[in-house]
């Protein structure tokens, strides 16, 4: 459901149309200010808004109407997680894989936040079971690398940054981390192979840029 809602939220903005969805989600909470998934998917628009506040405030409302609402749950404990309130965010991706054990963003985003309160090890058991239910899942993959990083467990870390980039081959940011990787294993030619699979896509990254002058 979520993988929807967010292609819809992409395609609203490239049409130009969020400001007329958002319109039409409070009309419905005008008739009926219960309606859950009106709450959550103005959340959703707000949200990419870049109102996160009022965001989080619309998936509270959500969950106010249907407590067992997996979506508002998972999106609310996105909102906290940008708002720096870690340990409501902790909570509430808990209850959204409570409701939907399968549910592998909460379960990626969950692990995101434990690695960065320290706690490396249960972030990646969730990661583990991610990738149990969805192996070539990029974003698992990717900080599954980053945990095992942490725990200078170097080849499998570059293990999962290879299995990132081949399940999600156009991701810049999977890419850059790959090449970062490669780069502090002193293996600049694979490197220098990654970055350029980057500057083909995007040839004014400074970033990229740099790293490749880092490289040769």
């Known amino acids: ?102 549910y592998l963003r909460a379960r990626n985003d969950l692990a995101g936040v434990l690695l960065g309160r320290g706690k490396t090890e249960e972030a990646i058991a969730h990661l583990r079971k991610a990738l149990e239910i969805n192996p070539e899942y990029a974003d698992a993959h990717l900080n599954l690398g980053l945990a095992l990083d942490k725990q200078f467990k170097d080849d499998e870390a570059l293990a999962h940054f290879h299995a990132a980039a081949k399940a999600d081959p156009q991701s810049a940011r999977v890419l850059t981390v790959l090449a970062l990787a490669l780069l502090r294993r002193e293996r600049p030619d694979e490197a220098v192979a990654t970055l350029e699979t980057i500057l083909k896509a995007n040839p004014n990254g400074a970033e990229t840029r740099f790293l490749f002058g880092m490289a040769l």
């Open 1 to 102: 459901v979520l993988e929807a809602e967010s292609l819809i939220e992409d395609h609203l903005k490239e049409q130009g149309k969020a400001g007329e969805a958002i319109a039409h989600f409070r009309e419905a909470l005008e008739i009926d200010a219960g309606y859950a998934k009106a709450h959550n998917n103005l959340g959703v628009m707000l949200r990419g808004q870049g109102l996160v506040d009022d965001a989080a405030g619309q998936f509270r409302q959500a969950l106010e109407s249907e407590p067992d609402y997996v979506d508002a749950h998972y999106n609310l404990g996105s909102a906290l997680d940008r708002q720096g309130k870690t340990d409501e965010a902790i909570a509430h991706f808990r209850r959204a894989l409570e409701i939907n054990p399968g």
